[in-house]
């Protein structure tokens, strides 16, 4: 029951888990029951002398304890039952086919994006000011791990603190590219957080098609079912967005699929898609393309056709052509995109 236990406290960051274990453990297993407060208070240690099961017992109870305890630190800050404006699981593969040198590419390049002045900024844009955010290294169908839990990332503080924690975390595995159960290992993570937010989404980097496990098909239309939204982010050349489009990402809509030549432009990339992802509304041509028909002709509010859209990085903006072509076009200097004015706008005085 023990091992049980520990492992799924390996593989599931829950700081009620830990606390609920941790107490059975003391109530059930501990010899307080040899033990009176003379003997816990003594001056002299020849006073509570102990049988050597009571203090395998001690051991094995003070053991545990560190463990649970720092699974509790290891579950980070979460939300504390307020509002954020995302909830984001992080999935980072961790196949076999990923070298060491490209695993510490991908973790790097992570930690650098949270670091990032960008990203700072777009976690700030929200309403709320803030994100929550988990971390969780996947690979053969029983190998995921929660390497951090669920962690409000509001300040720039806090997200160079996640980029730290991302950035001191190991390898815990190497196995089969299994994206399937990933998925539905993540899935009830979100369940598991004291979080609300309007958007929770499954961040997936990988550089191989899935191979085996659980169903992807079914695990993805798990997550769509379950209000959930599942982008991916594909290393070439083994992967492609294509590769993506048509079997892991959500329906279209909100989710997309970007790619990377390789590991050395990972950082880019995830960059790009953390920014795509905590921004919501914003566009650019090779992120979540907005010129489709379907956003162009359908548009309530220009029933001639929209063919200017908001782009992720303010001073500029993306324009359609009525055949899907998609640019991306800088404001003039000194100006912004103002999506209510339909235009770049002057930059307000500092």
Not at 102 to 124: H, M, T
Not at 145 to 160: P, V
Not at 215 to 240: C, K, M, Y
Request: with cysteine.
């Amino acid at each position: 029951m023990l091992l049980f236990d520990l492992k799924s406290l390996q593989r599931r960051c829950n700081p009620f888990t830990s606390l609920a274990v941790a107490c059975l453990f003391l109530c059930f297993t501990a010899p307080w029951k040899n033990l009176s407060l003379k003997c816990i208070f003594a001056h002299h240690p020849h006073h509570c002398l102990l049988s050597a099961e009571d203090n395998m017992k001690f051991a094995g109870l003070y053991t545990f304890l560190v463990i649970a305890f720092l699974r509790l630190a290891a579950c980070g800050a979460q939300c504390g039952g307020t509002e954020v404006d995302l909830e984001l699981a992080l999935l980072v593969d961790v196949s076999g086919s990923v070298s060491t040198a490209e695993f510490e590419l991908q973790r790097d390049g992570l930690a650098n994006a949270f670091k990032s002045q960008d990203v700072k900024d777009a976690i700030q844009a929200g309403s709320n000011k803030a994100i929550a955010a988990t971390l969780v290294y996947w690979s053969g169908s029983n190998q995921q791990q929660q390497a951090i839990g669920w962690t409000r990332i509001g300040s720039d503080a806090d997200s160079e603190a996640f980029g730290n924690a991302i950035a001191a975390t190991s390898r815990p595995f190497s196995g089969g590219t299994n994206i399937g159960s990933a998925i539905n290992f993540a899935i009830p993570l979100f369940d598991a957080n004291d979080c609300t937010s309007p958007s929770q989404v499954i961040d997936i980097s990988g550089d191989g098609q899935n191979s085996g496990g659980a169903s992807l098909a079914a695990a993805r239309d798990a997550a769509f079912n379950a209000g959930i939204t599942i982008n991916f982010l594909a290393i070439l050349p083994e992967v492609t967005a294509a590769y993506a489009e048509a079997n892991v990402i959500t329906p279209p809509g909100e989710s997309f699929a970007l790619e990377v030549s390789g590991f050395e432009t990972f950082e880019d990339g995830i960059k790009q898609k953390l920014e795509l992802e905590i921004t919501p509304g914003c566009f650019t041509c090779a992120g979540n393309n907005p010129c489709t028909e379907e956003n162009i002709f359908d548009s309530e509010r220009f029933p001639g056709g929209q063919f200017y859209f908001p782009h992720c990085e303010p001073t500029m903006f993306v324009q359609c052509d009525a055949h899907g072509g998609c640019f991306d076009r800088p404001c003039a200097p000194g100006t912004e995109w103002n999506d209510e004015a339909y235009t770049c706008t002057h930059l307000p005085p500092p």
